[in-house]
């Protein structure tokens, strides 16, 4: 039997940018000197009416009308885990007028950069970069399945501990999913001072929602396997 390998490729700043952009329900709008909270629940996200676009060509009286604009995304972990912010994420482009929040419309908004912050730094990304990567399609679903398990298949996490490499010691208070994505789960141990984060791959990325379910249970077929034949302790 092949041995189980925590080797898992990380999504880039893009795929992360363009995921917590699709799922967040809301966001903070900074234009024209305002502070705006803007929260969508009909579905469409606190994205949903913000339209990205290339820079316009040219300057002159349509560069001079353009209103600085900023949009501030904070990524919180769906699970009741340690320090739950994982990411923040801002915006920055113009407007061709100031910010509207009764506009049922779209709102178009020049892209100048994005900047994501995690525990790893900051990466900056391009609007290029955003539209050459592809929505991870658990993003949407992320939080609901991550709850899902916390809270209807709890006897899953300690199953999945077994995975990882090297084996958490005796001084490990909890673990709990703190994160999935199209290349796997990321489980956070916590222990009395600090935490850390451990990626268990998926065999094969997730390209459609369908498979997640799937590569969850191949990885609790591994650990039972490994368990059985002694490759980890209990």
């Known amino acids: 039997m092949r041995p189980f390998s925590n080797r898992a490729t990380p999504p880039t700043a893009a795929e992360r940018v363009r995921s917590i952009l699709a ?5 903070t709008v900074v234009s024209d000197g305002l502070h705006t909270e803007v929260r969508r629940l009909d579905g469409a996200g606190a994205m949903g009416h ?4 290339a820079p ?3 300057t002159g009286a349509q560069t001079e009308t353009r209103v600085p604009v900023r949009l501030e995304l904070t990524d919180i972990a769906p699970t009741p885990v340690r ?11 113009l407007l061709a007028a100031p910010y509207d929040t009764e506009s049922a419309k779209s709102t178009c908004m020049e892209f100048g950069q994005a900047v994501l912050e995690d525990a790893q730094g900051r990466a900056y990304v391009t609007l290029q970069a955003l539209e050459a990567t592809e929505l991870d399609p658990i993003a949407t679903s992320e939080a609901g399945m991550l709850t899902h398990l916390v809270d209807d298949h709890s006897d899953i996490v300690p199953l999945l501990l077994r995975l990882v490499r090297p084996h958490p010691d005796n001084g490990i208070l909890r673990a709990l999913p703190v994160a999935m994505d199209r290349y796997g789960v990321t489980l956070r141990l916590e222990y009395p001072r600090t935490h850390r984060d451990v990626r268990l791959p998926f065999k094969t990325p997730v390209t459609d929602i369908d498979q997640a379910g799937p590569q969850i249970h191949a990885l609790l077929a591994t650990a039972r396997r490994l368990a059985r034949t002694g490759h980890l302790p209990t």
Do not use: N, P
């Open 56 to 58: 316009f060509e040219g």
């Open 23 to 27: 799922a967040a329900h809301s966001m």
């Open 83 to 93: 320090d739950r912010v994982r990411a923040r994420v801002m915006v920055t482009g």
């Open 50 to 53: 913000f339209h990205l676009h």
